[in-house]
Structures are given as C-alpha cells and as structure tokens.
C-alpha cells in the first residue's frame, strides 16, 4: 500500500515564541547542562531540538484522520483544538526544567506514539486488536481493540496504554533518528528523550566521543549499583533499599573516581601550586591583608603578561611587559589592580597590587596593547605587532608574573608577584608532551603568527605537567574501576567489567580534557568575575597577552573538583533510555546503516567555525588518554582534516573557488545520501546556522578576522543545495537564542541564530512551471499559509522568514521553474518574488482597516509621526477616501501652517475611551492598546480589550502591518513596539475573557 502523505506539525505551525524564549533561557543555565560535560562550538539549543523533533513526528491534526468529519473533510474546530493542545504540549515541553518532568516527557512520547500507531493501523500494518507485544504478538486480542491491559495498537492510538508501554512501542515501532552531522550531540540526546533511537555520527573523534557519553553509554548502565569500594562498603539492606535510577549509579562512580584521580594528582603535583603565607611585612599599604597575617593562604591563579625585548634603543634590549588591562577586581567596593613601577636606571618594572579604587592619574583600564600596537612602558615608543611577531618567531618572548590571586576569608585577596613563585614555575619539567603542530594556516588561528608553532605552545611548562599528569591518571582510574568492578561481582555477560571500566575512564578522560581549556596560556582573568576564563570564550586560537594560570586544586574555574562535579551533575540529568544509541565516527558520505531513519541534523557551514584545526587542542589530551580505550576513535595523529566539509582555501592551495565547490559539492552529496536513505513519512529538517556576529572589543590583534565571509548568501546557497538534491522545503522556521532587544540590526534574518528548513523528497517527477504559473501559484496559497501563521500568533519579527517556508514549498514542488528566456529561476529570484507576494497579501489585510487608518499607514510608512507636507496629506486622503478635516475629528492627526503631523501614542489623548469616540479608528485603538501595555501592564491593556469589542482583533492585524514597514525602514525601537503587542494578545485576550467572567459577579454583589 502506498504511503499516504500525513503533513507533519512542523509543516503547518509552530509554538516558535515559546520555543525561541526557551532557546534563549538555555544559554544561561550552566549546572547539569549536557553542554557543560565538555566544549563543543555552536551547539543548537536543547529546547529548539526537542521541538523540532517532537513536531517533525507528531501529525498537523489537519493531516490526522482523527480529525476529520464523516465525509472526510477536515473537521477544522477538533483539529483546531487538538493543535492548540500539541502547542500547550510544546511550550511545556521544551522548557528546561521539565526535561526530566514525566508527566510532560511521557505525554510527549504517548503523542508520538499515537501518531506512529494511528498511521500502523490506518496503512493496515496493524488491526486495531493486534497485539504489539508478548507472546501472543501480532495476534488479536481476545478483548478486541481495549484489553485493558494496554498492549494493543488501538491503546496506543487512544493513548490509554502505560508509559512503558509507550517507551516499548517507540523502541520498536517508532522510526530511528539519524543526525550525520552529530556535533556536541544536542540532536540525538534529545531524540533519546522523546523515546527515539538516535543514531549519530561525525567525521571528528571529539564530538563522537561527547555524543557516546551523552547517548550511548548511559543507556547501557542504567539502573545499575556503582562499584566503588565506598559504596560496597555499605551495609547489605541500605544497598537492597536504593534504587539506582537510570544513569544515578554510573555518576556516582564518576563522582568517586574523578576525586580519586584530583587527589592522586594533588599528591603527585601539588607542590607546584604552593600556598602565600601573609607575612607583616605585605601588609604596609595594605591594611586589607592585616586579617591574613601568619596564614598560609591557596592561590587560586597566577597572573602573568607576555613581555617582549623593546625596540627602542635606550632600552638596550629590556623586556616590557604586554597588558591589556591592569584590573584585578572591578567589583564595587572590592577593587584592585595591578601598578607598574619602573626603574629607568635599570629598565626595569616591577609590578605592586594595589586594593581599592584607583589612585588619581592611573587608569588601569589602559594596558599597553591595543588593537594597533603595543607600548612601551619604560620610553611610551610604539612597538608594532611585526616587531612583537619577528620576536615571537625568534623565540624570544617572555613572561612576568604581575599578581598572584589567592582565596581570602569573603572572596579574592590580590596579592603581589613573589619571586619564589618564579622559581618554582621553572621546576615544572613536563615528560612526554604531545609533540604535535599547530596548522600553518586555520580559521582563526593567530597564534602562529608569533612563533607558535606546535599545541604545547599554548600551554606554560606548570600546566603542561598538570595536563600530562591528568591524562596518564586516566588510565590509572580506568585500572582501579576494573578490579572494583570485578571485586562488585558485575557480570562478564552484557557490558562486563571491561566496557564499564572503559566508560569509567571516557568520562574522567572528558574531564581532563575539559579542563586543558582553563589549563592554557589562552584563559584571560575577568576582572568583574574574580576568576578565570577559559580559552574558546570565541572560536579562535588567537594571541592573549595577559593570561591567568589557574590552580587546578582550588575553586576558582578549572579546579578538578569542580570539573568532575560538573559531569556527574549532567549524567544525572541524562534520559539513559535503554533504546540501544549508536555515535559513531563516520562521514556524511557514508551514513552509518540504520533502516528508514528520520533525519534531522545541523551541518557545518562554509567557513563559519573550524572544526577540526579547533578540536585538536583537545584531541591530543583525549588521545594521550584514552587511545586505549577506544582505539577506532583515536587512530590518527591529529584530527581527520581532507573530508571536512568545510570552505577554506587552505586546504586548497589557496584557491577559493575550490574552496567552495569542495564545501558545496560535498554538502549536495551528503543531501543527496540523506534522501535516498531516509524514511519518506517524515520530514528532514535541517539548521542553517548564521555566522555570529563576532564582538571585537576582546580582540588584540587586529588581524584577527575570519577569512572567506559568505554570510550574505549562504542562505540561498544552503536552500539551493537541497532543491538540486531533490528536495522540496516546505517550511523555514527562524530560531533564536537571542532575546528580540538585543537585535542589533533589524531584519528577520538579523534576529535569528539558525533557522530550520523543513523539507520532503521531491517526487522524481515533478512537474516544471513557468514564472507566471509560479507566482499565480504563490498568490493563491501564501494567504492561506499567513493566515494560518498568524492564527498561530507567530511574533511580527519572525513572520517574514516563517512565511518564506510556504512560499518555498510552492518554488520547490516544480522540478524547475523556467524564466522566458528559458532558463531556470534562481533560489535568489524565487526569494524576491516570495516577498513581494508576501507584502501583497500582507496589503490586501488592509481592506479590514477603516479609511483613516489606511491613510495612517501609508503616511506613516512616508513620514512616520514626524511633521509632512499639507498637499501631499490631502492628496493622500482622497485616494484613501478620507479627508483630513476627518483625521483631525478622528484626533489621529495634527494639522496646521501648511503642516501635518501624524499622532504618535504618547500623543494621543491619555482620557480616551472608546465608548464616547465618534470615530474610532484602528490606528488609534492599536497605539492605545500599545501604550497602556507598556505603562500600565497587561491586566490594563486586557480591560481595554473588552471594551473595544471586535475592533480589538484587528488592532492585532495592523500591529503585524506596521510591524514590517518599521523593519523595512530599520526603525527598531518602534518594530519592538508592536511585536510586543503581538505577542502579549494571547495573555490579554486570556486576561480579557475571565474579566468578562468576572463581570456578572460584580454586578450581582452590587445588589
Ligand atoms: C554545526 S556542527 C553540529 C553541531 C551540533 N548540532 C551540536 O548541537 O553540537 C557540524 C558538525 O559537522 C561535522 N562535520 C564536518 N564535516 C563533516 C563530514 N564530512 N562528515 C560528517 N561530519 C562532518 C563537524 O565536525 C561538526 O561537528
């Protein structure tokens, strides 16, 4: 039996407000996130992945026989409710803190069940008494279609059976999800929770590896005990009596091992990281240490500046130092920074650490380098960055110890530079460094450019010992796990004592690798955090003149303790669903083999983050540490590089063009696999992600910008790549995770992070049609898709790139769309045409404006609520039929000296009320609306609603009109204004109907 076309939600609409709020919540949640386990760039946001999952497989209730009427039309008020009900659902469901809700995990997985179920019986797969399950699978149930017991199709279908017997259905019924482009696993891990097998792979060892801890290996542990000898030392009824949820037991053996092995590494390394005893002597100038004398106390970091030879000749060849910022501490009340003392006789400098705001004359905020160049200290002579980079390549910089920052009794003391602290620094010998090189050229790379030229340059000699000594650890606790594990009594069957050893030793590896990035000449020190940064703050390797060398045994960003604690956080919150999961390393080329998957995947974008060059600076540290344990992942060197689908010329003896013909070429091809492999119920949705905008400020080296920028068309390039791979895109869903008030230019595509593309094979015989046919296709459909999308009350600011999806699947349903002169439409003319369709039926919704505020909108859309011309005003107002004498009755308008101005709602009459208004217009009800919301709240704005009866909803309609002029005319202040309105009008009309309710009873008490 043929397949019937079932549109799926994502098809049709979309909770996006809800989902993009959640998106943006998510990047500041940092404890138990699966991100935090260890650094991967660009990752997508949970929330936006569990969505698009959980809407790619549920059914549109238009698409779902469910809601259809006896004659088999759509019976549009069910359907309406139902997807109101999937969009509650949703908007409970990518929320954060119910990632481990059940009530909303499980309702979430029983509608994907449903749908799977649904569509089984309805292709005849299933009867509706078949029994899924037991013995007597397959059969029917003696009790017909509810037995009561939950195990037939039917039960599924009405969403009466258990969760288990849910989660047993999708393991075994549900389509499996395939991310080829895998990443840091956001992807699968939450295919996993919604009860779907994922299946990941990436052609990079890293993100293989962080997506196996994430969704491969949890799942094979669950709900078993740990074996640490802590645990096993417990009695035998406090072991009978707990319960190891999911991968609870597993984390409790990373929470042990992990401090056995940041111990371990304490006794064998400490002595590098010796403590400050206060003397008497520190604390003239400083009456902040008096409190400290006599106390030995943990230094959290070492704060050193990068010095090189000067130039200038009266110096004879004195090193000075290269500081960005002399700022210790910026917090109020806790400030402190470092004072540079030169000696001219000696060209020397010292430095002092001074508490307290800064004396008159010294701003500490000025270092000596800056974007352009570099200072002198000793002479204030300019030394260029050639100079600092002939140096750099010569091997002759250097390093000065500035501040030491040590742990004092209500935060950070800052401490002066000691010369013990010198000493000992240069006994730290490391062994058996990886002896790797860094790229000649990368994406982002700086380093090079001042003598760098292998990873353990970017590492001081103290952190090379720690990062060695951390790795070799690794083994060490994998050979302590195994004999525990043994000692425990797991069984040899299954995953023995082997693989959890193994596994054991994954995630103490990832920790120490984790902690490489705190561990680096890179990590800066934050003056307003009282702590470190780690490298990566941006997806560079560039030059970092000031750096902070952390104690990995204190608590201050990159201590041991805090690493390990980190990860047993995020394995508590894994689904660890016992699904099977597979990450595996594979390129997009050659799919892992999995049978008619749903696909969904992010893939990488021409130049946008090096990948591969990036990951080896953890690569190197993994491998040293667990090349043992999983030898398939670490068999090279280095990273692979030749199949990275990647635009750099670098990789194509500086060619360009091949560059881009290598990325698209293998882009398209990937695309082209994904079709053929892929299962044809279901959409494949794919993530274009936007280059981020990248912030400046923090960079010192002015050189320091990404090469190839393709930005501007990489968008048309990604959705013509899937039409020649014979797709069709049928919707284009923006996703943010920056709040609407951060945008910093207007434009929908301004706004969104990524957008997700929904697309549907193209049937290989596709019809072709011309631009005429084409464009009386788009005017027919695109009303009907808008309509729906804002019934859907999707925000004013994602309405163009939402509607861009409909108008797509119109342009991708041909197999081409011929011009005149015989040649095929561009992606590039089909988007213009899409948005010039798009203002027409966005102009035609003007017919329901009264004739005064369509005269508002065209005049607005000149001149705004700035003053214009008379005669242009009362030209304007006979086309409009309307007359000014009546705009000013209306009291929307201010006429007068040959001038008209158009009221703005600050302008407007505070006491109006519409009751009493002789001639009320839409402009006017709208500004109202608009400025009670923001100066008095949405219980206001809700009670004007109710007196504004039906002219209110068409207030909704022009907020989305104005809303696109504003944003064509880059006036973003006011766009923000009615997107506001927007998407308040669900709380309002909420708001306004229980104050109707309310109404009655008021009256009633009155008598
Ligand atoms: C945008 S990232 C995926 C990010 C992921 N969705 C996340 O949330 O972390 C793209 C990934 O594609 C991988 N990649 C690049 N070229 C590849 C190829 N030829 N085959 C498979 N993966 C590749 C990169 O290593 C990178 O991890």
């Not at 106390?295 to 970091?301: E, S």
């Not at 100079?387 to 209500?410: C, F, P, S, Y």
């Not at 990368?442 to 060695?468: I, P």
């Not at 994998?478 to 054991?504: F, H, Q, T």
Request: glycine fraction near 8%; charged fraction near 25%; hydrophobic fraction near 40%.
């Amino acid at each position: 039996m043929t397949l019937p076309y079932r549109k799926k939600l994502i098809e049709v609409a979309l909770p996006l407000k809800a989902i993009n709020e959640a998106s943006a919540r998510e990047k500041s949640i940092r404890h138990g996130h699966p991100s935090t386990l260890h650094l991967w760039w660009a990752r997508r946001p949970l929330a936006a992945c569990r969505a698009v999952l959980f809407s790619s497989l549920v059914d549109d209730p238009d698409s779902d026989p469910a809601y259809r009427k006896s004659d088999g039309s759509v019976d549009e008020d069910r359907a309406g409710i139902k997807r109101a009900e999937l969009f509650n659902l949703i908007e409970e469901l990518v929320q954060w803190d119910n990632s481990n809700n059940p009530r909303v995990i499980n309702a979430a997985r029983a509608e994907i069940a449903r749908c799977v179920a649904s569509q089984k019986i309805e292709l005849g797969e299933f009867q509706k008494d078949t029994i899924i399950f037991g013995h007597d699978k397959g059969q029917a149930h003696p009790n017909g279609p509810v037995s009561g017991e939950g195990v037939t199709a039917w039960e599924v279908l009405l969403m009466k059976a258990r969760p288990q017997v849910v989660n047993a259905f999708l393991a075994e019924y549900a389509p499996p999800v395939l991310d080829p482009f895998c990443g840091g696993g956001s992807i699968p891990l939450e295919a996993q929770r919604l009860g779907l097998r994922p299946y990941a792979s990436d052609l990079n060892p890293v993100p293989v590896l962080i997506t196996k801890a994430l969704i491969e290996i949890p799942p094979k542990f669950a709900g078993r005990p740990p074996v640490n000898p802590e645990w096993q030392s417990k009695s035998e009824a406090e072991k009978a009596a707990t319960v190891w949820q999911g991968a609870h037991g597993l984390a409790e053996d990373v929470r042990y091992y992990g401090q056995w092995m940041r111990d371990e590494a304490e006794k064998r390394i400490g002595h590098l990281y010796p403590k400050v005893k206060i003397s008497d002597e520190m604390t003239k100038d400083r009456p902040d240490l008096k409190e400290y004398v006599g106390q030995d106390l943990t230094v959290i970091a070492w704060l050193w500046a990068r010095t090189v030879a000067s130039p200038n000749p009266a110096c004879r060849g004195a090193h000075v130092p290269l500081v960005r910022s002399f700022w210790l501490s910026t917090k109020k009340g806790k400030e402190a920074y470092v004072r540079p003392i030169l000696n001219r006789s000696t060209n020397t400098c010292r430095f002092e650490v001074r508490a307290g705001p800064p004396t008159a004359g010294f701003d500490p905020k000025k270092g000596t380098v800056a974007r352009t160049g570099a200072t002198c200290l000793l002479t204030g002579s300019p030394v260029s960055f050639d100079h600092i980079r002939t140096e750099g390549k010569a091997g002759r910089l250097g390093a000065q110890l500035m501040a030491v920052v040590a742990e004092g009794n209500r935060g950070r003391v800052y401490l002066p530079p000691r010369a013990e602290d010198e000493i000992i620094t240069a006994q730290a010998k490391p062994h058996n460094v990886p002896d790797t090189s860094l790229p000649e050229q990368a994406l982002g790379f700086r380093v090079q450019l001042y003598g760098m030229t292998k990873h353990r340059d970017l590492f001081t000699s103290r952190q090379l010992v720690a990062l060695t000594a951390f790795s070799d650890l690794v083994g060490e606790t994998r050979c302590r796990a195994l004999d525990d594990a043994a000692k425990a009594g797991v069984p040899n069957e299954g995953p023995g004592p082997i693989p959890y050893a193994d596994s054991i030793a994954t995630y103490i590896g990832l920790c120490a690798s984790k902690a490489s990035a705190f561990h680096c000449s890179l990590g800066r020190w934050r003056p307003n955090e009282g702590k470190s940064a780690p490298a990566f703050g941006r997806q560079t390797v560039s030059m970092v003149w000031d750096y902070a060398e952390v104690n990995p045994f204190a608590g201050a960003g990159g201590d041991l303790s805090g690493i390990v604690d980190g990860t047993v956080r995020t394995l508590l919150g894994l689904p660890a669903q016992p699904l099977g999961a597979c990450s595996q390393l594979d390129s997009a080329a050659s799919l892992p083999e999995v049978l008619l998957p749903v696909v969904s995947t992010d893939p990488p974008y021409y130049d946008n983050i090096g990948y591969a060059d990036l990951s080896d600076f953890f690569y190197i540290w993994l491998r040293r540490a667990l090349a043992g344990v999983h030898p398939q992942l670490f068999a090279t060197l280095l990273t692979p590089k030749a199949q990275e689908l990647i635009a750099i010329p670098s990789r194509h003896n500086g060619n360009k063009e091949r560059a881009r013909e290598f990325f698209e070429g293998g882009l398209a091809q990937a695309f082209a696999h994904v079709r053929d492999v892929q299962n044809p119920n279901y959409p494949l949705t794919v993530y274009y992600a936007f280059k981020q905008a990248e912030e400046d400020e923090d960079d010192e080296d002015e050189s320091s910008v990404a090469t190839t920028s393709v930005a501007s068309t990489g968008w048309e390039t990604m959705l013509a790549s899937l039409c020649h791979s014979g797709f069709s895109v049928t919707g284009t869903w923006p996703v943010r995770t920056e709040g609407v008030s951060r945008m910093r230019s207007m434009g929908s595509n301004a706004l969104a992070s990524s957008i997700v593309l929904v697309t549907r094979a193209r049937a290989h015989d596709a019809p072709l049609a011309t631009r005429k046919q084409f464009m009386t296709a788009l005017r027919r459909e695109l009303p009907e898709a808008l309509k729906n999308l804002q019934h859907g009350n999707i925000a004013p600011v994602d309405l163009a790139q939402a509607a861009i999806g409909p108008g797509m699947a119109v342009f991708t349903r041909y197999s081409k769309v011929v011009e005149s002169d015989g040649k095929s439409m561009t992606v590039r003319t089909a988007l213009g045409i899409i948005n010039q369709v798009l203002d027409e039926v966005l102009s035609e919704q003007e017919g329901d404006f009264d004739p005064d505020t369509r005269w508002a909108l065209a005049w607005f859309e000149q001149y705004g609520t700035s003053e214009g011309p008379y005669g242009v005003a009362e030209t304007l107002s006979k086309a409009k039929n309307t007359a000014i004498k009546g705009l000013e009755e209306a009291g929307i308008v201010e006429a007068g000296k040959g001038k008209v101005q158009l009221l703005g709602r600050t302008d407007l009459h505070a006491d109006w009320n519409p009751a009493t208004d002789k001639r009320i217009t839409v402009w006017e009800t709208t500004q109202h609306l608009i400025r009670t919301l923001e100066t008095k709240g949405e219980a206001e704005a809700a009670a004007l609603l109710n007196k504004l009866g039906g002219i209110g909803e068409i207030a909704r309609e022009l907020a989305y009109r104005l809303y696109s002029i504003c944003e064509r005319k880059k006036w973003a202040d006011e766009a923000l204004a009615y997107n506001g309105l927007v998407i308040s009008w669900p709380e309002l009309s909420k708001l306004a109907l229980s104050q109707r309710n309310r109404q009655p009873t008021i009256q009633q008490d009155l008598f």
